[in-house]
C-alpha cells in the first residue's frame, strides 16, 4: 500500500512557476513508477508526467519543455517543477503510483487526493 498527499498548489499567475510536491508513505517508493495527472472542470483525467525509479521521464506534450517531474527516492516525495504556467494548465493535480511497465493512461493504482492548480491571466 502507498498513500499519497500532494501539495503546493494555489492561486498562481500566469507564468509563475510553483512546485508541486507529493509524499508517499511507504518503504517501496523507490520501486514504482510515479505520475503527475490533472483534471480540468468537465474534462477527463490527462497524463502530464511520469518518472521510473531509475529516474528516466516522460511528458505530454502539452507542458514538455515547461514542467519538469522529479523524484527524491530518500525523502518518498515526487515533485512536479512547473514554469511559464498558461491558464490552460489549470486543475486539479494528481500524483499516482503503480507498478510495472509505465503508462501514460489514468490506471495507476493509487493515486493522492489532488491539488487544485488556478492560473490567473
Known amino acids: 500500500q502507498v498513500q499519497l498527499v500532494e501539495s503546493g498548489g494555489g492561486l498562481v499567475q500566469a507564468g509563475g512557476s510553483p512546485r508541486l510536491s507529493c509524499a508517499a508513505s511507504g518503504r517501496t517508493f523507490s520501486s514504482y513508477i510515479m505520475g503527475w495527472f490533472r483534471q480540468a472542470p468537465g474534462e477527463e483525467r490527462e497524463f502530464v508526467a511520469a518518472i521510473r525509479s531509475g529516474g528516466s521521464t516522460y511528458y505530454a506534450d502539452s507542458v514538455k519543455g515547461r514542467f519538469t517531474i522529479s523524484r527524491d527516492n530518500a525523502k518518498n516525495t515526487l515533485y512536479l517543477q512547473m514554469t511559464s504556467l498558461k491558464p490552460e494548465d489549470t486543475a486539479v493535480y494528481y500524483c499516482?503510483?503503480?507498478?510495472?511497465?509505465?503508462?501514460?493512461?489514468?490506471?495507476?493504482?493509487?493515486w493522492g487526493q489532488g491539488t487544485q492548480v488556478t492560473v490567473s491571466s
Open positions: 499516482a503510483a503503480k507498478g510495472g511497465t509505465i503508462t501514460t493512461r489514468p490506471t495507476y493504482d493509487y
